[in-house]
């Protein structure tokens, strides 16, 4: 695992996880993995977070939560430059064939806290696709062994749900919008949900604000700014991502796919 990343103490976390979870739950593990920006070439240290994905055999206890709860705490203790910023799901295997957000949660740790009962949204779909097709094996058989092929259109119908369920809201949540790392996170994620849809197939933010710039080169500034945003910096872009928002729900709309 020395050099699963270009960076070496992200490697050197990532074995500390895999082997701590080992030692943990041992045969319990059916793979583990590493999704996100770090397999898919995308990776910001001054913006991106770590993403993983534990599939467990069967539903983790209150015991072993408990433990997870304090590998994670020790890591993220030992690795402060990313405390808050380590995000995974612990999947039961029986889970993985659910094509839309399954009904039952599952543990979820993520901004320093492990999430006991975390319900499944429509990025479900999204992440276990792009986990199939990028997703970095740290344990176990490749991902894609785990699961059935999914469908394209499929992700593109998730990806539309997620914009106007999700992040439609937004639009008239002023306290939401004048936070700055959230203005940034906005905008990139709406540049994916664009290209996913209109497009036809998932990418990065990198890959998205790229196509995102050139069909629609009125909002290269907000994503621009958005790009640039690092963790202590400032964004103070508000009208212009909700205008964005509203424009990307028009878009969407306009598709016809939902």
């Known amino acids: 695992m020395n050099n699963i990343t270009p960076y070496p103490a992200i490697n050197t976390l990532l074995t500390e996880w895999a082997e701590g979870l080992k030692r943990l739950l041992d045969k319990k593990i059916a793979g583990l993995y590493l999704s996100g920006s770090l397999a898919y070439g995308d990776f910001v240290p001054e913006r991106s977070d770590i993403d993983l994905e534990a599939v467990v055999r069967s539903p983790l206890t209150e015991d072993q939560l408990g433990l997870v709860e304090q590998l994670h705490r020790q890591i993220e203790g030992r690795y402060p430059e990313w405390a808050g910023r380590i995000e995974c799901s612990y999947v039961p295997l029986e889970l993985l064939p659910e094509l839309t957000p399954p009904a039952a949660p599952r543990p979820w740790w993520g901004f320093g806290t492990l999430y006991a009962k975390a319900p499944a949204g429509n990025e479900w779909i999204i992440n276990h696709y792009l986990l199939f097709q990028y997703g970095i094996v740290l344990e176990g058989p490749d991902f894609n062994k785990l699961i059935p092929p999914i469908d394209i259109h499929t992700v593109r119908q998730a990806s539309a749900r997620d914009l106007l369920q999700e992040w439609a809201p937004k639009i008239d949540d002023g306290a939401w919008l004048s ?15 664009l290209y996913t849809v209109i497009h036809g197939q998932p990418g990065s933010k990198k890959v998205a604000g790229q196509w995102v710039k050139a069909m629609y080169p009125q909002w290269t500034s907000l994503i621009e700014e958005a790009e640039r945003w690092k963790y202590g910096g400032e964004m103070k872009r508000q009208s212009d991502a909700a205008a964005f928002l509203r424009f990307a729900v028009e878009r969407v709309n306009e598709t016809g796919l939902l």
């Open 179 to 193: 936070n700055g790392h959230y203005q940034s996170y906005l905008v990139l994620n709406l540049c994916r949900i």
